[in-house]
């Protein structure tokens, strides 16, 4: 089974750039997460999405950041303009949430950015 | 809110040689419990959980936990380490009810030496 799709595996990029990194969750799945990790802050939530609408974005670090789910397959993180400081490994992972929790959460192998 | 310590960043220990990974975890309200994996240049694994039941979770590879509720507790223990154990081990907690999402611990390397 396909488990948690994201591209690119990893980016250079200079600073100022627009970046866009994407998630193809697994099949069936109805939520959608993305989490930053850095050495300073470990793992933090930037936002979660189930059934394709957001419902907590409270993570997003600012306006720089943004994320979609135009459909149950498909997700993006951008980041315009990128700073050095946002160099990270960022995760997307998806679980089925069926109204309590408890669910496991799938996680893809990671985005490697690097801002110069 | 939700919070999860783990006490330690590091923990060096010889091949075959028991091991405990210390999570305490602070909430207002009732959580679930998990722990995963990374290993290096991946993404993170289940190893186990805990939701109800029986406060002694097994997990695979060889993992357990136990789930102490009145010390906020979910140590997680192997009776023998393989030096493929070597990897970073998270706690993280979620809350029993409303959206799943996970509150982690900054992580403890495990590092498996002959």
């Known amino acids: 089974d396909a488990g948690v799709i994201q591209s690119p595996r990893h980016e250079v990029t200079e600073m100022g750039q627009e970046v866009t990194l994407r998630c193809k969750p697994i099949?069936?799945?109805?939520?959608l997460f993305w989490y930053r990790q850095t050495m300073m802050r470990g793992l933090e939530l930037l936002i979660y999405?189930?059934?394709?609408?957001?419902?907590?974005d409270s993570g997003m670090p600012e306006d720089r950041f943004s994320a979609k789910m135009p459909n149950a397959s498909f997700s993006t993180l951008k980041i315009q303009p990128s700073e050095p400081r946002d160099s990270a490994v960022y995760f997307c992972?998806?679980?089925?949430?069926?109204?309590?929790?408890?669910?496991?959460?799938?996680f893809g192998e990671g985005s490697w950015l690097t801002v110069v | 809110a939700q919070s999860v310590t783990q006490l330690d960043s590091q923990v060096p220990v010889f091949e075959e040689a028991p091991v405990e990974l210390r999570c305490n975890y602070s909430s207002s309200v009732s959580v679930y419990l998990f722990w995963y994996v990374q290993y290096p240049n991946q993404g993170l694994q289940l190893l186990l959980k805990?939701?109800?039941?029986?406060?002694l979770v097994k997990g695979i590879n060889g993992f357990e936990a136990e789930f102490n509720k009145s010390q906020t507790s979910f140590h997680l223990r192997k009776p023998s380490v393989h030096i493929s154990d070597t990897a970073e081990y998270f706690c993280a907690v979620s809350p029993n009810s409303g959206y799943s999402t996970l509150t982690f611990g900054k992580g403890t390397m495990l590092l498996v030496s002959p």
């Open positions: 099949s069936g799945h109805n939520s």
């Open positions: 992972a998806s679980s089925f949430t069926t109204g309590g929790s408890g669910n496991t959460i799938y």
């Open positions: 805990y939701l109800s039941g029986s406060t």
């Open positions: 999405f189930n059934n394709n609408v957001p419902i907590d």
